[in-house]
């Protein structure tokens, strides 16, 4: 799969297009994944860990050349995982029915998806994890438009945190996506960060109605392709 270097391949998954061919897609995973897969509570959650991991896989093999099945993931100290030996980049997250994974020569991606869902107390939620900036923005909003607006926030934070690679180690507060005149995204700094100071992009990815996905990369010039995946994998 050809990938140039400001690319950014996008694969939009139906979790659900893919519960004929769980036993398939089992068969790719690693030791430690299948068992992680065995240990979710509830059967839909260890389906969508198994759809979205060996999809990843399969998605990666075409980029690498390296088999399913024999892809090593490795991950840095806070945990973002990484292929062994690669200069593929890629990330990963899921929300209800659907996955996002992004694949990259970009050192630094993230994206997120988040299923746009009633959740008591949005501006509590608010004050504890965004910015004054974000709060302040948040408040022009009530009910549906309100929680719109609360997800566009919080999926370009996770993409952000996600591309770093540092995780909720980097505090959520401490980085504005938007600013007070409603223009969103904007990337400011709040307090000091290496990573701040770096060139970023972040936006909204196209998504079904019902969900918010994101992406943050470490580029200012990016191209972003939608790509598709077959809905059946053969044995």
Known sequence: MELKCNDIHIYRINI??????????????SEDETKKADRFKFTKDSQSYITCRSLLRNILSEYTNI??????????????????NSEIQFNLSHSGDRCVIAVSLISETGVDIEKVRDIEDLTKIAERYFSETEIFYLKKFQGNELADNFFRIWTLKEAFIKATGEGLSF???????????????????INTSAHLEKKWTLGFLENESGYVSSFAVNSEKIKIIYKTYPAEING
């Open 67 to 84: 088999n399913p099945d024999e892809i090593n993931f490795s991950c840095n100290e806070s945990g973002k995982p990484y292929i062994e």
């Open 171 to 189: 505090p959520l507060k401490d980085f504005s996506v938007t600013d007070r005149t409603g223009k969103i995204p904007v990337l400011s700094v």
């Open 16 to 29: 659900s297009d893919y519960n004929g061919s769980l036993l398939n897609l089992k068969k790719i995973m």
